[in-house]
């Protein structure tokens, strides 16, 4: 059964750094790319970060270009997001997915982390 | 501001259909037919309902519907359950690099 867990959420002062991950389970985690979408309170979601099944392209909204950096270890099948120079308007619950190329949508999310930035 | 629009909420009674709307532009919703629907409950992971416009996934409802015209991409439910309310988003594929793109959500009371 295919799963995917966020972890490493929190509360953090503006400009620090936080590093979240997400654990998959259930599936060949090598073989699909994987999207970080957050949504912010009373907000729709935003795509954050995609990262190519083997890690060799990466795309970042402009809002977090140069801030954020997402990474992945097949071996351990575990996807990261790290988050420097953090700002309030980073506030948000912060999801995984797994990218269907079937389907052209993520099929599967997990439960998210939440970040909070505030000092 | 999504870049897919959805209404802001919906309502119906047990029993009766609601459709969702979901617009987007020819740069999406209107020159793919990847449209995607998500269930999604509070502290739950999403769920995918509809893929493809009107796919459903194995173990999805088929009081679960998708279509589209134009721009426009639209989920129905018929048969309306009270376990049926939650929040529900749109995501299509784009031409852009980010590859998917989302609505804001609409928020299903079953009354």
């Known amino acids: 059964q295919e799963q995917l867990v966020e972890s490493g959420g929190g509360v953090v002062q503006p400009g620090r750094s936080l590093r979240l991950s997400c654990a998959a389970s259930?599936?060949?985690?090598?073989?699909?790319?994987m999207h970080w979408v957050r949504q912010a309170p009373g907000k729709g979601l935003e795509g954050v970060a995609v990262?190519?099944?083997?890690?060799?392209?990466?795309y970042y909204a402009d809002s977090v270009k140069g801030r954020f950096t997402t990474s992945r270890d097949n071996s351990k099948n575990t996807l990261y997001l790290q988050m420097n120079s953090l700002r309030a308007e980073d506030t948000a619950l912060y999801y995984c997915?797994?990218?269907?190329?079937?389907?052209?949508?993520?099929?599967?999310w997990g439960q998210g982390t939440l970040v909070t930035v505030s000092s | 501001q999504s870049a897919l629009t959805q209404p802001a909420s919906v309502s119906g009674s047990p029993g009766q259909s609601i459709t969702i709307s979901c617009t987007g532009t020819?740069?999406?919703?209107?020159?793919?037919?990847?449209v995607s629907w998500y269930q999604h409950h509070p502290g739950k992971a999403p769920k995918l309902m509809i893929y493809?416009?009107?796919n459903r996934p194995s173990g999805v409802s088929n009081r679960f519907s998708g279509s589209k015209s134009g721009n426009t991409a639209s989920l129905t439910i018929s048969g309306l359950q009270a376990e049926d309310e939650a929040d529900y988003f749109c995501?299509?594929?784009?031409?852009?690099?980010?590859?998917?793109?989302f609505g804001g959500g609409t928020k299903l009371t079953v009354l």
């Open positions: 997915g797994r990218y269907s190329g079937t389907y052209r949508a993520i099929d599967y």
């Open positions: 259930g599936f060949t985690f090598s073989s699909y790319g």
């Open positions: 990262i190519w099944y083997d890690g060799s392209k990466k």
């Open positions: 020819s740069s999406d919703v209107g020159g793919y037919n990847y």
């Open positions: 493809e416009v009107s």
């Open positions: 995501s299509s594929y784009t031409s852009s690099t980010s590859e998917v793109i």
